[in-house]
């Protein structure tokens, strides 16, 4: 079974900190996604990344960044938190033009 | 860019009901199709998937979906739910060759006992 791995379930950070969400999957896929989930808006995309030092903006990339040193492993950025960015982070890994795999999910709180 | 569309925001169902959650696409070029559930407390999971050949799939737990192209449609039917049934549905397309999914704003499906 394709294994994508969240670091964190929950986190509670404060305004104005810098924020790394971890992501690690086990299936040497070359596509990785960050999502953001809201109640109302479904899964929104804020980064991709298509290759080892590759990525590509999504549609909501504004205030986060992102970091692929490693084939497996994606990292997501919030520079300076704030509470809008308060949600629920879903990494996903695919293959080329497949179907995509999430991980469990990281509930961030910014206070 | 590609948009997707989703009916219902709400679906109340009682057991051994048939369910069909509706979905349409914008985009003018040939896509990928999926259905995803996330049960509560749960991962994301894909229920099934649409690339190409018989406009009717099926997936896991019973769904199916029908792919019509001339409607941009891509809904999601079930002849009798259960009560496990009970999660969140989001459609999702892909233009083909292209990797990133785009998803609807989720169907919330609660089927009472």
């Known amino acids: 079974d394709v294994k994508v791995t969240q670091s964190s379930r929950y986190l509670v950070k404060r305004t104005g900190e810098k924020v790394f969400l971890e992501c690690v999957q086990d299936?040497?896929?070359?596509?990785m996604f960050w999502y953001r989930q809201d109640p109302g808006l479904g899964l929104r995309l804020i980064y991709f990344?298509?290759?080892?030092?590759?990525?590509e903006k999504g549609d909501i990339p504004e205030g986060y960044s992102v970091s692929r040193e490693k084939k497996e492993r994606f990292s997501l950025i919030l520079e300076s938190a704030s509470t809008n960015q308060t949600s629920m982070y879903l990494c996903?890994?695919?293959?080329?033009?497949?179907?995509?795999?999430f991980g469990q999910g990281t509930r961030l709180t910014v206070v | 860019a590609q948009s997707v569309s989703q009916h219902n925001h709400h679906v109340i169902l009682s057991e051994a009901a048939s369910l069909e959650l509706g979905c349409n696409y914008s985009?003018?070029?040939?896509?990928?199709l999926f259905w995803y559930v996330q049960y509560p407390g749960q991962h994301l999971q894909l229920l099934l998937k649409?690339?190409?050949?018989?406009?009717l799939v099926k997936g896991i737990k019973g769904f199916e979906a029908e792919f019509i192209k001339s409607k941009f449609s891509f809904n999601l039917r079930k002849p009798s739910v259960q009560w496990s049934d009970t999660a969140e549905y989001f459609c999702?397309?892909?233009?083909?060759?292209?990797?990133?999914?785009?998803f609807g704003k989720g169907t919330m499906l609660l089927v009472s006992p």
């Open positions: 996903a890994s695919s293959w080329k033009n497949t179907e995509a795999f």
């Open positions: 299936m040497d896929h070359e596509n």
């Open positions: 990344s298509y290759d080892v030092k590759m990525k």
């Open positions: 985009y003018g070029g040939t896509v990928n």
């Open positions: 649409y690339f190409s050949g018989d406009p």
């Open positions: 999702a397309v892909t233009p083909k060759g292209y990797s990133t999914l785009t």
